[in-house]
């Protein structure tokens, strides 16, 4: 499940349509918006003929991902499958690496660095919906950006959370729930998220000096 805002969205957007209110922070409904509904659609195939296109297929594949995505720096490499919601507003930096089943909802921005690794079934989530009932019901959503700092190695299992920011060189432990705003250099677990130690020289010596 998304995150709850702690501050919802205010405003009501008169005079917006969906889709900018979207880029303002505000609550808006897709469902009211032709272009965004097409736009997920056009999404949702380009994921479906990405996710069948055969493993050695290198040239196509990345074809298919620079279609897809805002951004997509050098030698990426997303195993299959991958899904999105709209693709352009997803940023991906060189060298990024993600094993199977990496979800990333992207209504609100997705900024990530360069030399990210992701374990599977990481999901990465922009969206989230009132805590009113009747806003709910009616279809209305909010996306707030996520941003990951280069050098960030996230476990198997992990949800970011709407609004998050994880800083360059942080590890995310496997199965953690990511809610709140993560520092640089630090391994960080749990649900909810919480900083475990920083990381350290002695961190690179364990490895180097066996």
Known sequence: ME????????????????????AAGLLYNPALDPQLQSELLRAKQLCFTYNQTAPIDKEQRHSLLRQLLGKLGKEPVIEQPFYCDYGYNIEIGDYFYSNVNLVILDPGKVRIGDHVYIGPNVGFYTAGHPLDKDLRNSGQEYGYPITIGSHVWIGAQVAVMPGVTIGEGAVIGAGSVVTKDI????????????????????DKQAFTTR
């Open 3 to 22: 995150q709850c805002p702690e501050h919802p969205p205010k405003g009501n957007g008169s005079g917006l349509t969906e889709k900018q209110k979207l």
């Open 183 to 202: 520092p640089a250099y630090v391994v960080a677990v749990g649900n909810p998220c919480r900083v475990l130690r920083e990381i350290t020289q002695e």
